[in-house]
């Protein structure tokens, strides 16, 4: 008895786990007005070889499922001469009696998504160098289009929820660039989108991460209570209940909004939960690219923000090196505006000198490539601020006269 090989490699292309092709073929012999008589047990004696060739609507569901003949599954038909001419003379009509095509051609499977997740993936480290821009946004609704132009073909139900993940995530990317470039209006939509498709593919590590990007663009437009309301939204998808890494971001998120709206104590207890996750997460469990950021570094910078805005300057200060401390080093845009958040907090403790010296270290950082707008933004707050605290002092002046360029440019 020997396994067969072709229909588990058909099954793992198509996305099928045992049960889930019971299900796809029992519903295909009901839809033909057939009773649904395929089991684990049926499956099973398919892929051990025990059943070498299996009756002929389950034969025809097979085939109309995998868009192939039952042969190029692995399935040998009967040695009687006369049910082999039969055989022969009716491959070509195979799934007839069914509605879905009776060919492969063209037809997306495991591995295109593989292929397309590896593009998104290439897209999240050019946004972990670079930040967001212009060019990163295209590529990625490019991508988000792409997966979406495939799901007519998509070889099972699996397959297409796949693709709609994916199209989501890569809808995502292009309102993060944006977010990370304040191009806000278009990143509101594009974040809509990438909601709507993440609900259709029920993924909800792609729902998190949207309502996470959704309470940065609140922020970034002042509406603190909807910052709020986002970080919760975040909290309350599915994602945070199964893995505490994406609880502990959420929390951290809603901590930031309640610091803006000045709640102390909210603030402060929701960073607390953002620890307390953060200290329960499994550093090496496999989890989408475009959370690979978050761990203790990201959380002790965003602790420098939420500290900054409650007043407590140094500790602020403290928190930023923490997270420059133990920040890989392929976060280069990360560790600018770490080092900028760094460069505020010791500004807000009356060290402008010290403070002007850290600043002008983000231009170095960021190697002449441009400052994405969340950064110009907030490299400009600290030059409001400077010409605010230390308004007649000589480094003041030097400052904006060598770096107002840098960093005003779009």
């Known amino acids: 008895m020997e396994e067969n090989s072709r229909l588990r490699a058909a099954m793992e292309e198509a996305g099928y786990k045992q049960a889930e092709l019971v299900e796809a073929v029992n519903r295909l012999l009901t839809a033909a007005g057939h009773r649904g008589t395929v089991g684990d047990r049926t499956v099973r004696y398919w892929l051990t070889g025990k059943s070498r060739w299996p009756q002929r609507r389950q034969r025809e569901a097979l085939e109309a499922l995998f868009g192939c003949p039952a042969v190029e599954l692995g399935f040998v038909p009967p040695e009687d001469p006369l049910l082999r001419r039969t055989f022969l003379a009716t491959t070509t009509a195979a799934g007839a009696s069914l509605t879905l095509p009776p060919s492969n051609t063209g037809r997306v499977g495991t591995s295109d998504v593989a292929a397309l ?237 010290q403070a002007c010296d850290t600043a002008a270290s983000v231009f170095e950082l960021m190697a002449g490539a441009p400052l994405p707008g969340r950064m110009r933004s907030l490299i400009g707050d600290f030059y409001r601020d400077l010409l605010t605290l230390a308004p007649d002092t000589t480094v003041a002046r030097e400052w904006g006269d060598r770096y107002r360029d840098q960093w005003s440019r779009p």
Request: glycine share 6%.
């Open 117 to 353: 997740r590896a593009s998104l993936e290439s897209l999240t480290g050019l946004d972990d160098t670079r930040g967001g821009h212009s060019a990163l946004e295209r590529s990625a609704l490019a991508g988000a289009a792409e997966c979406l132009s495939k799901q007519d073909k998509a070889s099972s139900q699996r397959v297409r929820q796949r693709l709609l993940g994916l199209a989501s995530d890569f809808t995502a990317t292009a309102a993060w660039s944006n977010v990370d470039a304040r191009q806000l209006d278009r990143a509101d939509g594009q974040l809509k989108e990438a909601l709507y498709l993440a609900r259709m593919a029920n993924d909800s590590a792609t729902e998190m991460r949207v309502w996470n990007s959704l309470a940065m663009l609140a922020h970034q437009r002042k509406e603190h209570g909807q910052a709020v309301d986002a970080g919760y939204a975040a909290q309350a998808t599915g994602i945070t209940r199964r893995d505490p890494l994406f609880a502990s971001l959420a929390h951290a998120r809603t901590a930031i909004g309640h610091a803006n709206r000045g709640d102390r104590q909210a603030a402060l207890r929701s960073f607390g939960f953002a620890e307390d996750m953060l200290s329960k997460a499994k550093p090496d469990a496999i989890r989408p690219p475009w959370i690979a950021f978050y761990g203790p570094a990201e959380l002790y910078a965003l602790g420098a923000v939420v500290r900054d805005r409650l007043g407590f300057a140094a500790e602020a200060e403290a928190a930023s090196y923490r997270a420059l401390a133990v920040l890989p080093t392929q976060f280069r845009r990360n560790r600018a505006l770490a080092t900028a958040r760094l460069a505020l907090a010791q500004l807000h403790q009356g060290e402008a000198d």
